[in-house]
């Protein structure tokens, strides 16, 4: 394999789900202004104005492999052999300037573990995308990627990976992320408006789904800055 292992999840829940409850808070101050239609209009015509194109086929596997070291890195108690397969495959390449500083320290921070942890939800976006994962799994349950052949593949050849990554047709991967953003939406209500939170949908996995494909699909400037409110108000980058 390689020497990349990927152990099972272990997600601290509870203190993801405070950061996400804090994140809706503070976005109430507007959030009667604009109901879900009005938002989607709205953003709509953001996506025109700042020209939001679908991300290359290259791009997105990059951003998968690196986000595939960083999930295992936060679970990797010694991660030598995890180190030296990014320097060997280059990997280091594709990380973000953050991912870059996290991945090369001796200890990790348990925020960091947990924010990390999480990026696994955001590459099953990325992995659906790229024909990796199919059907597209519930919003209510975890994911763990290497139950997937073709994923656990990419680690013997990551090269090979990159080379042949083709993306699902652009009218299925907005179509999805459109879906997402929506479930997004229903779940800030729920939170902002003391709804019942919808039983289909875990709040957490919605979050990083939504993020994997807005980035995919062309929002925010990088990785690392992701618009993710759900008011329509979307600020370039």
Do not use: C
């Not at 939001?52 to 086929?57: L, P």
């Not at 209510?140 to 993306?167: C, G, H, R, S, W």
């Amino acid at each position: 394999m390689n020497n990349l292992n990927l152990p099972p999840l272990k997600i601290v829940r509870i203190s993801y789900s405070i950061l996400l409850f804090l994140f809706f808070l503070s976005n109430t101050a507007s959030a009667g202004s604009l109901d879900i239609n009005e938002a989607m209009q709205k953003r709509q015509k953001l996506a025109a104005e700042q020209n939001i194109k679908i991300r290359s086929a290259d791009e997105v596997a990059k951003r998968a492999l690196a986000l595939m070291v960083m999930v295992s890195r936060v679970h990797e108690e010694n991660p030598q052999d995890l180190m030296a397969w990014v320097e060997r495959n280059k990997v280091n390449e594709y990380f973000t300037e953050k991912e870059k500083a996290v991945f090369h320290q001796k200890e990790l921070m348990h925020q960091e573990k947990i924010e990390f942890s999480w990026k696994s939800e955001a590459l099953v976006s990325l992995f659906w995308a790229l024909n990796m994962i199919d059907p597209y799994p519930s919003l209510k349950d975890q994911v763990y990627i290497f139950n997937y052949k073709k994923v656990l593949a990419i680690v013997d050849d990551p090269a090979k990976f990159i080379a042949e990554a083709k993306l699902r047709s652009k009218k299925e991967i907005e179509a999805k992320e459109t879906e997402l953003y929506q479930q997004h939406w229903r779940i800030r209500d729920a939170h902002i408006t003391n709804k019942t939170m919808p039983a289909e949908l875990d709040p957490d996995i919605v979050f990083q789904r939504n993020y994997g494909l807005s980035w995919l699909v062309g929002w925010g400037e990088s990785w690392e800055k992701v618009p993710t409110d759900t008011l329509g108000e979307l600020p370039k980058g």
